[in-house]
């Protein structure tokens, strides 16, 4: 079976940020996995302790949370295998909080702020913890104030701290105490 790569569509990406559809439950890890980065392989394989298998993702795609993208350049695959190997810290670091640089364009209004640490967090989340930290990306999706991030930063912390080590998860936590103090 070829694998084939899928991302949420926009009705997906409305349905993890507002639960708009009400999704079955049991489909949501799926869709919240989906990233256009991995193959259906993979990711029903990480899944199927969750008892989800190929119905489920056709499921998602008929329902037109999920399509069908381009394959991934060899780059690309290349790197994603990269952050699966174990890796510097400093690798590690520079790689998960690079799109989330501050610049002068600094985020201006506060829903954009609050839009910009919830940024932060899924992508060290996913990049950093995989799929060890669904629980959490659960909590970062149901947050909707400053102070809701603020009360997950101590969870996600301790969960970096576990899975990478104390240089990670002080360099992440330094990163995101600059983002929510830029957000005051």
Known sequence: MATIYYDK?????????????????????LLVMIDGKHGSE??????????LNQEN???????EFIAPVAVPSQAAATEAHKDHLS???????????????LTDDKPSTPAEKIATIRQFFTETIK????????????????ADTLEDFISLSEDYVEALYKAKGQQIARNLEARLKELIENAR
């Open 9 to 29: 569509t926009e009705k997906g990406r409305e349905e993890i940020s507002s639960r708009k559809y009400q999704l079955p439950s049991k489909l949501r890890p």
């Open 42 to 51: 993979e990711l029903l394989k990480r899944l199927a302790a969750l008892g």
């Open 57 to 63: 993702l056709n499921e998602l795609l008929r329902l």
């Open 87 to 101: 890796a510097t810290p400093q690798s590690v670091t520079v790689a998960k909080t690079a799109p989330i640089e």
């Open 127 to 142: 990049g950093n913890l995989g799929l060890r930290g669904f629980t959490l990306q659960l909590k970062v999706e149901r």
